[in-house]
Nanobody
Framework: VQLQASGGGLVQAGGSLRLSCAAS????????IGWYRQAPGKERELVAG???????KYGDSVKGRFSISRDNAKNTVYLQMNNLAPEDTAVYYC?????????????????WGQGTLVTVSS
C-alpha cells in the first residue's frame, strides 16, 4: 500500500486548505484512513479519520473547523481545513489500516504517507 499526501502549504490565520491522500496498492475494500499531525516537540495526534462506510472521528481541537471525506472510487481521502490557526501548523500525515475501526492510536495504522507541511501564519 502506498499513500500520497498533498495539499499542504502556507496560509494566513483564518484561511483554508484542502489536503488529499491518495491510496494505491492492496488497500482492500474495508479500511480506515486517518489524518495525523505532528508539530515540533509535540506528539503525533489524530486530526480526523474516516472508514469505508463514511464513519468519521475528529480530534477535539479541530471539531467544527475541519471536515474529512472520501471518494472510494478514487481511493482518495480529503481533509478540508477551515478557519486555520497558527496552532494548526504541523506536518500532516495520512495513514491507512485494514478494518473498519477509525482508531485514535497511531500504532493501529499499518501504512503511512510521507507527510505534507501546513504552515499557518498569524
Amino acid at each position: 500500500v502506498q499513500l500520497q499526501a498533498s495539499g499542504g502549504g502556507l496560509v494566513q490565520a483564518g484561511g483554508s486548505l484542502r489536503l488529499s491522500c491518495a491510496a494505491s496498492g492492496s488497500t482492500t475494500d474495508i479500511n480506515a484512513i486517518g489524518w495525523y499531525r505532528q508539530a515540533p516537540g509535540k506528539e503525533r495526534e489524530l486530526v480526523a479519520g474516516i472508514n469505508s462506510d463514511g464513519v468519521t472521528k475528529y480530534g477535539d481541537s479541530v471539531k467544527g473547523r475541519f471536515s474529512i471525506s472520501r471518494d472510494n472510487a478514487k481511493n482518495t481521502v480529503y481533509l478540508q481545513m477551515n478557519n486555520l490557526a497558527p496552532e494548526d501548523t504541523a506536518v500532516y500525515y495520512c495513514a491507512l489500516r485494514w478494518g473498519s475501526t477509525v482508531h485514535k492510536t497511531s500504532q493501529r495504522y499499518n501504512f503511512w504517507g510521507q507527510g505534507t507541511l501546513v504552515t499557518v501564519s498569524s
